[in-house]
């Protein structure tokens, strides 16, 4: 499933701006000395004129380190953009309210208001069929860069799931889903094939199975998962923005 809310590929922040200082002087001087190398092969071997001793070979390694320079930068990029369709994971805090009601007999009614730094910013509405319902959320973590750099560990609320039984296995499939901010592709991309990013980690999470009670819950993030605890108190009201739900 694909999320509506629009995908974004990059923010400013201290990883992003060390990511282009490196990327884009790196890319500039490594197409100048490069093209100055072959310049100077093209000089001696065709045209048979005179260069100075080691002018090629100081051209070669000048691209050489520039493309060494480029491709640092473009990991840093590439880093960002993972985790700039992801929520700051600060630590286990707070980080909205959500309310669950049953309009009727089988029907689930969530309505969560996230705050506005989370991807799917704002209040959103979900409607879902099932007895039970639960939050699930991609979470990534870096294990091995450097803080400083600006790297962060991240998550971000997926969507909402359905089960129709009303009991059973903690991590039992659902049976109904709707979306909340989706699945961001480059965490995907990463999800799927982890070999690519050996420094990230990600994974899914869920909160525990709940009944639509008309109870209101605040949301937690912790390095576990999700957290909801009852008797969380709506925050400011904002316009609703309803995913569809699947049947």
């Known amino acids: 499933a694909h999320s509506s809310w629009p995908m974004t590929l990059l923010t400013p922040s201290r990883l992003t701006l060390f990511g282009a200082l490196l990327f884009l002087p790196g890319a500039y001087f490594t197409l100048r000395f490069f093209s100055g190398f072959l310049r100077m092969l093209y000089r001696k071997l065709r045209k048979n004129r005179p260069y100075l001793k080691g002018s090629a070979s100081d051209y070669l390694w000048f691209a050489l380190g520039s493309l060494a320079a480029t491709l640092a930068g473009a990991l840093l990029l590439a880093g960002s953009v993972v985790q700039s369709g992801l929520q700051a994971f600060e630590g286990t805090r707070v980080i909205g309210t959500v309310r669950a009601e049953s309009p009727s007999e089988g029907r689930i009614h969530l309505t969560l208001d996230l705050g506005d730094t989370h991807p799917a910013p704002g209040r959103v509405e979900a409607d879902l069929p099932g ?26 609320v997926t969507a909402v799931l359905g089960s129709a039984k009303e009991s059973g296995e903690p991590d039992r499939p659902e049976d109904s889903r709707a979306l909340v901010a989706g699945t961001y592709a480059p965490w995907y991309l990463i999800h799927r094939h982890p070999g690519w990013a050996g420094m990230a980690k990600t994974s899914l999470r869920r909160s525990p199975w709940l ?37």
Request: net charge negative; charged share 20%.
């Open 131 to 156: 007895a039970r319902w639960a939050l699930e959320g991609e979470y990534l973590q870096w294990h091995g860069a450097p803080r400083w750099l600006g790297f962060a560990d991240g998550h971000r």
């Open 211 to 247: 009944s639509a009670n008309g109870s209101t819950y605040e949301l937690m993030v912790t390095d576990a998962g999700y957290v909801l605890v009852s008797g969380g108190e709506p925050m400011e009201s904002k316009s609703p923005k309803t995913p569809s739900g699947s049947h």
